[in-house]
């Protein structure tokens, strides 16, 4: 049935989320995601608990991008690996679960954070709007882990922390240095091991950052969500 499913892909592209023409809230457009077959919430997995930071104050821009939304969507691609490394934590760590600060960011949410950061200190530190960001097609998760009373793990940064402490590929040095306990690292690696045993892909300079394909394949093979 190629007249169908093509039918549906035009559909699909044309959906709120994917539309470049309207000018959609970050709002409307998570709302819009969690309409869309291609998209899954992944918010009620057991062993999840969700912090969207961009949908409250509680972030370095002190702004909620998000109006409040607190939903964690992946494309179905990534929510697949996703509900994978949640059966590794569970199987390994009983006792913990994945704490989620980002995922699906529509491009809307990525052009008001360039706005609010552009010539300061911190623009370095975010995507230009230009390049654009894997979170903004379902495809990237950001994410730390909690105890059992919802407590978050001490990764030696929090989310966000813009200084080379979070970043993966100094660890050994940091750790060496003192600047990172063997508690922050092994905490780290508990939920590396988790992720990338489902797939993942860590960047080196955030420890909380994910990736569920590499970011050419993405860019070249799935929608944006505007
Ligand atoms: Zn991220």
Redesign the pocket.
């Known amino acids: 049935m190629a007249g169908s499913d093509s039918l549906v892909a035009e559909h699909h592209t044309e959906g709120l989320c994917y539309s470049s023409s309207m000018p959609n809230s970050p709002r409307e457009a998570l709302e819009a995601a969690l309409r869309d077959p291609q998209m899954v919430d992944v918010s009620t997995i057991a062993n999840v608990k969700v912090d969207l930071r961009y949908g409250s104050k509680q972030n370095l821009l002190g702004r909620d991008i998000y109006g409040g939304f607190q939903r964690a969507l992946l494309h179905k691609i990534a929510a697949g690996k996703f509900v994978i490394a949640a059966r590794l934590l569970a199987e390994s760590r009983f006792d913990l679960k994945f704490l989620i600060f ?1 995922s699906l960011r529509p491009h809307s949410a990525q052009i008001e954070f360039w706005n609010l950061v552009k010539g300061t200190p911190q623009q370095p530190f975010f995507a230009d709007p230009a390049t654009g ?1 894997l ?1 903004s097609y379902g495809f ?3 994410l730390g882990l909690a105890d059992s009373t919802g407590r978050e793990l001490d990764m030696g940064t929090g989310f966000d922390d813009l200084t080379e402490l979070a970043g993966p590929r100094s660890e050994d040095e940091f750790l060496a240095s003192g600047k990172l306990s063997p508690l922050q690292v092994s905490n780290r690696k508990i939920l590396r091991a988790v992720m990338e045993g489902a797939g993942f892909l860590q960047l080196p300079h ?1 420890w ?2 994910y990736d569920a394909l590499p970011a050419a394949e993405v860019r070249a093979g799935y929608p944006r969500c505007e």
Do not use: G, M, Y
């Open positions: 980002d960001s979170h990237a998760i950001d955030e909380w950052h």
